[in-house]
Protein backbone atom coordinates (compact mmCIF):
# COMPACT_ATOMS: atom_id res chain seq x y z
CA UNK A 1 0.00 0.00 0.00
CA UNK A 2 0.89 3.27 -0.49
CA UNK A 3 -0.14 6.66 1.36
CA UNK A 4 -1.94 9.41 -0.60
CA UNK A 5 -3.05 12.82 1.09
CA UNK A 6 -6.03 14.88 -0.02
CA UNK A 7 -7.07 17.62 1.49
CA UNK A 8 -4.78 17.32 4.36
CA UNK A 9 -6.17 13.76 5.57
CA UNK A 10 -3.92 10.85 4.46
CA UNK A 11 -5.47 7.73 2.24
CA UNK A 12 -4.22 4.01 1.67
CA UNK A 13 -3.96 3.04 -2.09
CA UNK A 14 -2.92 -0.60 -3.50
CA UNK A 15 0.22 -0.69 -5.46
CA UNK A 16 1.19 -4.27 -5.27
CA UNK A 17 -0.45 -7.53 -5.89
CA UNK A 18 -0.34 -8.52 -2.80
CA UNK A 19 -2.64 -5.66 -1.61
CA UNK A 20 -5.46 -7.41 -3.60
CA UNK A 21 -7.30 -10.63 -2.47
CA UNK A 22 -8.75 -12.55 -4.79
CA UNK A 23 -12.33 -11.24 -3.73
CA UNK A 24 -11.00 -7.70 -3.91
CA UNK A 25 -9.37 -8.60 -7.90
CA UNK A 26 -12.88 -9.78 -8.69
CA UNK A 27 -14.20 -6.45 -7.66
CA UNK A 28 -12.29 -4.78 -9.54
CA UNK A 29 -13.39 -7.03 -12.60
CA UNK A 30 -16.80 -6.50 -12.00
CA UNK A 31 -16.51 -2.72 -12.43
CA UNK A 32 -17.78 -1.84 -15.90
CA UNK A 33 -15.32 -0.61 -18.25
CA UNK A 34 -16.36 2.38 -20.94
CA UNK A 35 -16.04 0.23 -24.57
CA UNK A 36 -13.72 2.80 -26.01
CA UNK A 37 -11.81 2.07 -23.24
CA UNK A 38 -11.51 -2.03 -23.43
CA UNK A 39 -11.09 -1.39 -26.95
CA UNK A 40 -7.79 0.37 -26.94
CA UNK A 41 -6.61 -2.34 -24.08
CA UNK A 42 -7.44 -4.91 -25.90
CA UNK A 43 -5.80 -3.41 -29.69
CA UNK A 44 -2.59 -2.57 -27.39
CA UNK A 45 -1.95 -6.39 -26.71
CA UNK A 46 -2.72 -7.66 -30.05
CA UNK A 47 -0.78 -4.84 -31.12
CA UNK A 48 2.36 -6.32 -29.09
CA UNK A 49 2.70 -8.83 -31.61
CA UNK A 50 2.20 -6.89 -34.85
CA UNK A 51 4.95 -4.91 -36.91
CA UNK A 52 5.38 -1.43 -35.47
CA UNK A 53 3.64 0.05 -38.31
CA UNK A 54 0.49 -1.92 -38.33
CA UNK A 55 0.71 -1.75 -34.52
CA UNK A 56 0.63 2.25 -34.94
CA UNK A 57 -2.01 2.18 -37.21
CA UNK A 58 -4.35 -0.56 -35.14
CA UNK A 59 -3.95 2.23 -32.15
CA UNK A 60 -4.42 5.22 -33.63
CA UNK A 61 -7.59 3.72 -34.90
CA UNK A 62 -8.58 2.85 -31.51
CA UNK A 63 -7.74 6.36 -29.98
CA UNK A 64 -9.85 8.43 -32.27
CA UNK A 65 -13.08 6.61 -31.64
CA UNK A 66 -12.61 7.91 -28.14
CA UNK A 67 -15.04 10.76 -28.12
CA UNK A 68 -14.97 14.41 -25.57
CA UNK A 69 -17.57 12.76 -23.73
CA UNK A 70 -15.58 9.82 -22.95
CA UNK A 71 -12.50 11.75 -22.23
CA UNK A 72 -14.33 14.15 -19.67
CA UNK A 73 -17.08 11.87 -18.80
CA UNK A 74 -16.85 8.21 -19.02
CA UNK A 75 -13.36 7.59 -18.07
CA UNK A 76 -13.00 9.71 -15.25
CA UNK A 77 -15.89 8.25 -13.56
CA UNK A 78 -14.48 4.93 -14.29
CA UNK A 79 -11.10 5.89 -13.27
CA UNK A 80 -12.81 7.24 -9.87
CA UNK A 81 -14.66 3.49 -9.34
CA UNK A 82 -11.78 1.74 -9.93
CA UNK A 83 -9.78 4.33 -6.80
CA UNK A 84 -12.77 3.08 -4.65
CA UNK A 85 -12.20 -0.23 -5.04
CA UNK A 86 -8.64 -0.51 -4.59
CA UNK A 87 -8.25 2.62 -1.66
CA UNK A 88 -10.17 3.58 1.50
CA UNK A 89 -10.31 7.15 -0.34
CA UNK A 90 -14.54 7.77 0.36
CA UNK A 91 -16.49 8.02 -2.89
CA UNK A 92 -17.99 11.59 -1.46
CA UNK A 93 -13.72 12.55 -1.40
CA UNK A 94 -13.51 11.32 -5.01
CA UNK A 95 -16.28 13.26 -5.92
CA UNK A 96 -14.73 16.35 -4.85
CA UNK A 97 -10.99 15.55 -6.37
CA UNK A 98 -10.14 17.64 -9.38
CA UNK A 99 -9.70 15.19 -12.62
CA UNK A 100 -6.35 15.60 -13.07
CA UNK A 101 -5.52 13.96 -9.98
CA UNK A 102 -7.74 10.94 -10.63
CA UNK A 103 -6.06 10.12 -13.92
CA UNK A 104 -2.32 10.85 -12.42
CA UNK A 105 -3.25 8.47 -9.44
CA UNK A 106 -5.02 5.79 -11.38
CA UNK A 107 -2.65 5.48 -14.22
CA UNK A 108 0.39 5.60 -11.71
CA UNK A 109 -0.86 2.99 -9.15
CA UNK A 110 -3.84 1.06 -10.60
CA UNK A 111 -3.74 0.80 -13.86
CA UNK A 112 -2.01 -2.40 -13.96
CA UNK A 113 -4.33 -4.05 -11.55
CA UNK A 114 -7.06 -3.45 -14.27
CA UNK A 115 -4.99 -4.45 -16.93
CA UNK A 116 -4.18 -7.47 -15.06
CA UNK A 117 -7.67 -8.67 -13.86
CA UNK A 118 -8.90 -8.10 -17.46
CA UNK A 119 -5.99 -9.39 -20.10
CA UNK A 120 -2.74 -9.93 -19.06
CA UNK A 121 -0.75 -9.04 -15.53
CA UNK A 122 2.51 -7.43 -15.28
CA UNK A 123 3.90 -9.83 -12.39
CA UNK A 124 7.49 -11.18 -12.24
CA UNK A 125 6.47 -15.38 -10.67
CA UNK A 126 8.71 -17.06 -9.00
CA UNK A 127 9.19 -20.53 -8.73
CA UNK A 128 7.18 -22.11 -5.10
CA UNK A 129 6.53 -25.34 -4.33
CA UNK A 130 4.17 -24.14 -1.65
CA UNK A 131 2.62 -21.57 -0.21
CA UNK A 132 1.38 -20.08 3.39
CA UNK A 133 -2.27 -19.21 4.35
CA UNK A 134 -4.17 -18.89 7.74
CA UNK A 135 -1.08 -20.30 9.51
CA UNK A 136 -1.30 -23.85 7.37
CA UNK A 137 1.34 -24.83 4.18
CA UNK A 138 -0.44 -25.83 1.11
CA UNK A 139 1.66 -27.56 -1.51
CA UNK A 140 1.80 -27.56 -5.14
CA UNK A 141 1.48 -30.87 -7.27
CA UNK A 142 4.80 -31.96 -7.93
CA UNK A 143 6.72 -33.59 -11.35
CA UNK A 144 8.66 -36.60 -11.55
CA UNK A 145 10.93 -38.36 -14.24
CA UNK A 146 8.50 -41.41 -15.89
CA UNK A 147 10.54 -43.66 -18.12
CA UNK A 148 12.89 -40.89 -18.73
CA UNK A 149 10.19 -38.28 -19.72
CA UNK A 150 9.74 -35.10 -17.41
CA UNK A 151 5.79 -35.99 -16.14
CA UNK A 152 4.32 -32.14 -14.45
CA UNK A 153 1.61 -32.89 -11.43
CA UNK A 154 1.84 -36.46 -11.48
CA UNK A 155 0.19 -36.77 -8.78
CA UNK A 156 -2.79 -35.27 -9.61
CA UNK A 157 -5.59 -37.64 -10.23
CA UNK A 158 -7.53 -38.15 -13.42
CA UNK A 159 -10.93 -35.95 -11.73
CA UNK A 160 -8.24 -33.66 -9.79
CA UNK A 161 -6.89 -32.37 -13.60
CA UNK A 162 -10.04 -32.50 -15.50
CA UNK A 163 -11.71 -30.38 -12.59
CA UNK A 164 -8.95 -27.99 -12.82
CA UNK A 165 -8.00 -28.17 -16.98
CA UNK A 166 -12.21 -27.16 -17.03
CA UNK A 167 -11.41 -24.30 -14.55
CA UNK A 168 -8.28 -23.45 -16.71
CA UNK A 169 -10.18 -22.94 -19.72
CA UNK A 170 -12.12 -20.86 -18.28
CA UNK A 171 -9.99 -18.24 -17.07
CA UNK A 172 -7.67 -18.43 -19.66
CA UNK A 173 -9.20 -15.34 -21.03
CA UNK A 174 -10.90 -13.73 -18.32
CA UNK A 175 -13.89 -11.75 -20.39
CA UNK A 176 -16.60 -9.17 -18.39
CA UNK A 177 -18.77 -11.81 -17.59
CA UNK A 178 -16.09 -14.07 -16.05
CA UNK A 179 -16.03 -15.03 -12.41
CA UNK A 180 -12.45 -14.24 -11.67
CA UNK A 181 -13.32 -15.73 -7.71
CA UNK A 182 -13.08 -19.19 -9.33
CA UNK A 183 -9.35 -18.90 -9.96
CA UNK A 184 -9.53 -19.33 -6.02
CA UNK A 185 -11.43 -22.88 -6.96
CA UNK A 186 -8.87 -23.77 -9.26
CA UNK A 187 -6.18 -23.55 -6.28
CA UNK A 188 -8.42 -25.21 -3.65
CA UNK A 189 -8.45 -28.36 -5.98
CA UNK A 190 -4.76 -28.40 -6.10
CA UNK A 191 -3.30 -27.32 -3.97
CA UNK A 192 -3.62 -28.88 -0.34
CA UNK A 193 -1.85 -30.09 3.19
CA UNK A 194 0.92 -32.63 2.79
CA UNK A 195 -0.64 -35.94 2.37
CA UNK A 196 -4.65 -34.69 2.22
CA UNK A 197 -6.60 -36.44 -0.63
CA UNK A 198 -8.66 -34.67 -2.50
CA UNK A 199 -12.05 -34.59 -1.88
CA UNK A 200 -14.87 -32.14 -3.13
CA UNK A 201 -16.59 -31.08 -0.55
CA UNK A 202 -13.10 -30.05 1.44
CA UNK A 203 -12.25 -28.14 -1.64
CA UNK A 204 -15.24 -26.24 -2.10
CA UNK A 205 -15.05 -25.34 1.41
CA UNK A 206 -11.53 -24.28 1.31
CA UNK A 207 -12.09 -22.36 -2.05
CA UNK A 208 -14.70 -20.04 -0.19
CA UNK A 209 -11.20 -19.36 2.29
CA UNK A 210 -9.25 -18.91 -0.69
CA UNK A 211 -10.89 -15.68 -1.79
CA UNK A 212 -8.93 -14.42 0.65
CA UNK A 213 -5.78 -15.24 -0.67
CA UNK A 214 -3.25 -12.04 -2.21
CA UNK A 215 -2.90 -11.94 -5.65
CA UNK A 216 0.93 -12.19 -5.65
CA UNK A 217 0.05 -15.74 -3.96
CA UNK A 218 -2.54 -16.73 -6.60
CA UNK A 219 -0.32 -15.25 -9.92
CA UNK A 220 2.57 -17.57 -9.08
CA UNK A 221 0.26 -20.39 -8.49
CA UNK A 222 -1.79 -19.49 -11.74
CA UNK A 223 1.03 -19.64 -13.86
CA UNK A 224 3.11 -22.85 -12.40
CA UNK A 225 -0.57 -24.46 -13.36
CA UNK A 226 -0.63 -22.89 -16.69
CA UNK A 227 1.73 -24.82 -18.82
CA UNK A 228 1.86 -28.21 -17.03
CA UNK A 229 -1.87 -28.22 -17.33
CA UNK A 230 -0.69 -28.55 -21.39
CA UNK A 231 1.74 -30.40 -20.95
CA UNK A 232 -0.30 -32.78 -18.74
CA UNK A 233 -2.88 -32.72 -21.48
CA UNK A 234 -0.66 -33.45 -24.30
CA UNK A 235 1.11 -36.54 -22.27
CA UNK A 236 -2.21 -38.27 -21.47
CA UNK A 237 -3.59 -38.13 -24.57
CA UNK A 238 -0.40 -39.50 -25.88
CA UNK A 239 -0.93 -42.69 -23.48
CA UNK A 240 -4.76 -42.88 -24.83
CA UNK A 241 -5.36 -45.97 -26.67
CA UNK A 242 -6.05 -44.88 -30.72
CA UNK A 243 -10.20 -45.19 -31.85
Known sequence: MIS??????????????KDLTVSKASELHKIRMPETLRNCYTVAVQAAGMPEKDAEIRLDEAERQITIEDQHK???????????CLSDIPEAVLRQTDVNSIKALYNTY??????????????????????????????????????????PMVDTSALEFTESADLM??????????DVTMIANLISILCRPE?????????????????????????????FFNDPLVILKQYLLKLSPEK
Open 74 to 84: HFPRYFSEVIA
Open 169 to 178: VYLARIEQDK
Open 4 to 17: VTINDQPFLVCSDW
Open 110 to 151: LKQFVEGVHFIPNFQTKDIKSFEFEGETYFLPVSKKVFGVDV
Open 195 to 223: GEKYVEEVSLQRAERFKNLTMDVVWNVFF
